[in-house]
């Protein structure tokens, strides 16, 4: 089942209106979450990390003060995107690290959520 | 900056044959490798892991790693319709205190009946 759960899975929003998308961690705790975005056509790219009881690191190019990420507890992770524009509609994917023994720790993925600005 | 490639198809195979999706990567001193299937609309869902060279079998899924020539496959035995999808190759490296994962762009599988 789900490990990682995402909400909402769908957000339609009007230019210059804010979104918030909850991400949680369903049976683990995860010090660490990510948020990914992904245009048409295209891979996954990291927008930035999100770090439990402190800042975000964002990847270069992202703009923090857009995109604000707070990881409050070590379950949930919310991305805020402030101030919304068209282009900014893409599908939104967070993912956590659960740690499977042995030194494998791969990420799992929320269900994504798909925003369109209009 | 970190790479990592694959051939982003279609790949397409009839039904009940061998898929063979690949993957290379630019850095050497990468340690975790995943490959992740993702439907149109959805979010990637984890298939395999591998750590170490050499093969990997899981159900109708085979990770090959061979880090001298920084090259990583997932070979899919009995293909079915329902594997239709792309397949994201991601590397994962350790940057101090976090990890990150590096994807391809994705090779999409069309498995034909």
């Known amino acids: 089942g789900a490990v990682v759960s995402q909400h909402p899975s769908r957000v339609i929003c009007k230019s210059g209106t804010s979104v918030k998308i909850e991400c949680r961690s369903l049976d683990f705790q995860a010090t660490t979450m990510f948020w990914y975005r992904q245009f048409p056509k295209q891979s996954l790219m990291l927008m930035a990390t999100s770090n439990e009881g402190s800042k975000a690191t964002y990847e270069q190019g992202v703009e923090k003060d857009k995109f604000l990420i707070n990881h409050a507890s070590l379950t949930l992770s919310t991305l805020t995107v402030t101030s919304a524009h068209p282009e900014d509609s893409s599908f939104y994917i967070c993912?956590?690290?659960?740690?499977?023994?042995?030194?494998?720790?791969?990420?799992?993925f929320g269900n994504g959520t798909r925003l369109t600005v209009t | 900056q970190k790479e990592v490639e694959q051939n982003s198809g279609p790949l397409s195979v009839p039904e009940g044959a061998i898929a063979s999706l690949n993957c290379t990567y630019s850095?050497?001193?990468?340690?975790?490798f995943f490959w992740y299937r993702q439907y149109s609309g959805k979010s990637p869902e984890l298939i395999m892991s591998?750590?170490?060279?050499g093969d990997k079998e899981d159900g109708r899924f085979t990770a090959q790693l061979n880090k001298a020539s920084q090259y990583v496959s997932l070979l899919i035995r009995d293909s079915q319709p329902s594997d239709s999808a792309t397949y994201l190759c991601?590397?994962?490296?350790?940057?101090?205190?976090?990890?990150?994962?590096?994807f391809g762009t994705g090779t999409r599988l069309q498995v034909t009946l």
């Open positions: 850095d050497r001193g990468s340690q975790s």
């Open positions: 991601a590397v994962m490296d350790f940057t101090g205190t976090a990890s990150k994962l590096t």
């Open positions: 993912s956590a690290e659960r740690q499977e023994g042995a030194g494998n720790s791969p990420l799992h």
């Open positions: 591998i750590y170490s060279n």
